[in-house]
């Protein structure tokens, strides 16, 4: 999706740095290291972080937060998922997007309940949840 979004914008993607943690929750913590590679004595090399969930993002407030980096002035993060009651509690708070989990669950128990078989893609409205990360 980052990649799709990018080209529409009229942005090369690999022109950024991007990389893709493994599956699993173990994963999360690996973000620090990655993203600490791109962290020079005098400044970041990004601008901007965009995470892939909210618990990676709240790694990467730890990294540059101890790195005495400001956000998002010096640089803007933004989750995924916006992790039950949690979005509000990052200092500044986390700029997110809404993982609509009742309407997938909704969808979901409507199509074994109407005994539906297609496997098409059901979009759902994923709302953004500008906050003051970015």
Same mark, same amino acid.
Do not use: M, Q
């Given at each position: 999706g980052m990649e799709r979004a990018c080209r529409e914008a009229g942005v090369d993607? +690999? !022109?950024m740095f991007h990389h893709y943690l493994p599956p699993g929750e173990r994963h999360?913590?690996?973000a620090a290291e990655i993203a600490g590679h791109y962290l020079s004595a005098?400044?970041?090399m990004? +601008? !901007?972080v965009v995470c892939g969930n909210d618990r990676v993002a709240f790694v990467i407030y730890q990294l540059l937060l101890?790195?005495?980096?400001?956000i998002p002035q010096d640089v803007a993060v933004l989750g995924y998922d916006n992790m039950v009651g949690t979005g509000e509690l990052f200092l500044p708070p986390l700029s997110t997007v809404q993982l609509p989990h009742?309407?997938?669950g909704r969808l979901?128990?409507?199509h074994l309940i109407q005994g539906?078989?297609?496997r098409d893609t059901v979009r759902v409205d994923s709302p953004w949840l500008p906050r003051a990360s970015i």
């Open positions: 993607p +690999d !022109a999360h913590i690996d005098a400044r970041p990004f +601008d !901007a101890g790195r005495g980096l400001r009742y309407e997938i979901s128990a409507l539906l078989d297609h």
